[in-house]
């Protein structure tokens, strides 16, 4: 039996995939507890002895790296980004290289180190590093290159786009505190009658308000099961994770207000920093890779999903702060 070394196990995507991955043995490891996770949570701090030491006597095969600083809202806190991106990564690393079975390593980037432009992303497309969070995924894909150089490892990068939904049947969502993230957002700001605030309505898109592409979480962790075992022919590979479909913030707003059968009242404020007007991606390399497709990600089951998973935190009594 293989063994997966995951980090950001208790994370909103690390707790669904380690739900998952059945038929391997798992390390799961996060900084903080999940609710949802009970005793299968390894909590450590990533540099610590203790941990480096329980890493080489598990010895993984695989390792999927999600930990990391992602709340694309506080991307001026540099130190914070770099801490929990940059050397957090490199501590692994340097870990990793005493463990003689390592076969991969699976890391979870973002499609923010690209450059916006009107046609879709593909792999190639130019880089352009506008906030702290690209900067530190960015160079945190520069040290997997170069251990992978120097230790002829696999290294498979994925650069996600916008991952939502939830995992209604293992009872799985996102739990961030806050929660920053559109779709859960406009979702609970619907359910309770609130005002929504759209950061910016100026934007180069057909409405004004940014464009994304979204993608079911449940499309994420398939693509991850698929990387552990695929024979890949290059030792590092780089794949965007998204649809190839782009959906306008007022949009998911509609979408969203259709299906609670309640219209929001909206409140235009001036753009984010770090905001751009389009992000949205070409899956093509990834499917003539590895044959993968976004099965999960259409929008009506995006948002369902999400109203489901937010109800069921109700039932368990479950709340939790909103950042707008």
Known sequence: MKKILLTGAGGYIGSILSKNLKNFSVFNLDKQKNLFMNNNLNIMNLNSKNL???????????????????????????????????????????????????????FSSTASVYSPQKKNLNENSKIFLGNNYAITKFNSENLLREFSKKYKKKIIIFRFFNVCGADIKNNLGELHNPETHLIPIVVNKICNKKEIIVYGNKHKTPDGSCIRDYIHVRDIVNAIKKSVNYKFKKKFNIFNLGTGKGFSVLQIIEVASKLLKNKPKIKFS????????????????????????????????????EIAWQKYLRTKKIKKKYIY
């Not at 991106?85 to 290289?97: C, H, M, P, R």
């Not at 005493?98 to 991969?104: G, H, K, P």
């Not at 905001?275 to 995006?302: E, F, G, M, T």
């Open 52 to 106: 480096k030491k329980d890493i080489i006597k598990f010895n993984p095969n695989i390792v999927v790296h999600l930990a990391g600083q992602s709340t694309i809202d506080f991307v001026n806190q540099k130190n914070k980004y770099y801490k929990n991106n940059v050397l957090a990564t490199k501590y692994l690393i340097q870990t990793l290289k005493q463990c003689n079975s390592l076969e991969r390593i699976i």
């Open 270 to 305: 001036k753009a984010r920093f770090g905001d751009v007007a389009k992000l949205v991606c070409s899956s093509k390399k990834i499917y003539k890779s590895l044959k993968w497709k976004p099965i999960n990600s259409n929008i009506l089951r995006i948002i369902k999903d």
